[in-house]
């Protein structure tokens, strides 16, 4: 479903017309109008466009974001691609300790005492030390103890799991947003609104790259790896996946 549709569909479900919203947003009636027939050069450019569907959509009831970020798509005034890294970044920075220089001097007296100490035990476990020693220079040969046998080699050592050969994404809409999706060499799988509920599986062979309207308002699967809802709080969230992904796979 384009725009000017969701406009015009979620204007008449909110019960009014064409008026009424131009009474309200102060935008002309002839530019609402063109507006739901997906024309916007009567807007005044794209950052007016923008704020016109912003404006329409807080009076019908709906959240103008998915809209904008559509809009943004298809003219080309979209913001920088966020990687997949930085979108599955934590929010808050993670604290860590500062690494301390290692204390030799305390790591040499430990290592001493654990000499004397072994000295200690080795002559309280073995007082019988002299009689062998004096029966070795005597010429009587010292027992051999046998040697154990060679433990043998595990046979439950893990196999290697193959490689894979394509990439899976599942999406689950939490809420209604807009949704893009491409695969290999651009090609599009799907483009426009998903609803709460609805759950749609792409798959492609290198890559598949997404397009969510607002952050949060899906939950992901790639490669049977369950991903969450990333970017929770957000705006738009750019995603690329290859058969790699997620990298704890």
Do not use: C
């Given at each position: 479903?384009?725009?000017?549709?969701?406009?015009?569909?979620?204007?008449?479900?909110?019960?009014?017309?064409?008026?009424?919203?131009?009474?309200?947003?102060?935008?002309?009636?002839?530019?609402?109008r063109a507006m739901e027939a997906d024309d916007f050069s009567a807007c005044g450019g794209?950052?007016?466009?923008?704020?016109?569907?912003?404006?329409?959509?807080?009076?019908?009831?709906?959240?103008?974001?998915?809209?904008?970020?559509?809009?943004?798509?298809a003219h080309g005034g979209a913001p920088q691609p966020v990687s997949a890294v930085s979108a599955f970044e934590p929010e808050q920075p993670v604290a860590f300790r500062e690494r301390r220089s290692p204390n030799w001097s305390a790591a040499m007296a430990l290592a001493l005492a654990l000499v004397v100490i072994y000295g200690v035990v080795q002559v309280v476990g073995?007082?019988?030390?002299?009689r062998r020693t004096a029966r070795q220079v005597a010429g009587t040969p010292a027992p051999r103890t046998p040697s154990a046998a060679p433990s043998a080699p595990k046979s439950n050592a893990p196999v290697a799991e193959a490689p894979r050969?394509?990439?899976?994404?599942?999406?689950?809409?939490?809420?209604?947003?807009?949704?893009n999706v491409q695969g290999d060499k651009g090609k599009t799988l799907f483009s426009g609104m998903i609803r709460e509920g609805d759950q749609k599986d792409f798959t492609a062979k290198k890559k598949v790259r997404l397009v969510v309207g607002v952050g949060g308002s899906v939950n992901l699967?790639?490669?049977g790896k369950d991903l969450g809802s990333p970017g929770k709080g957000k705006g738009v969230q750019r995603l690329t996946f290859d058969r790699g992904d997620p990298e704890s796979a």
């Open positions: 479903m384009s725009i000017g549709e969701t406009l015009a569909e979620e204007r008449q479900r909110a019960g009014l017309s064409v008026t009424q919203v131009s009474l309200q947003t102060r935008i002309r009636e002839t530019v609402v794209n950052f007016y466009a923008r704020g016109h569907i912003r404006s329409i959509s807080r009076v019908i009831g709906i959240d103008p974001e998915p809209l904008v970020a559509e809009f943004d798509a073995h007082g019988g030390g002299e050969t394509k990439v899976e994404v599942r999406v689950e809409a939490k809420r209604t947003t807009w949704l699967t790639v490669n």
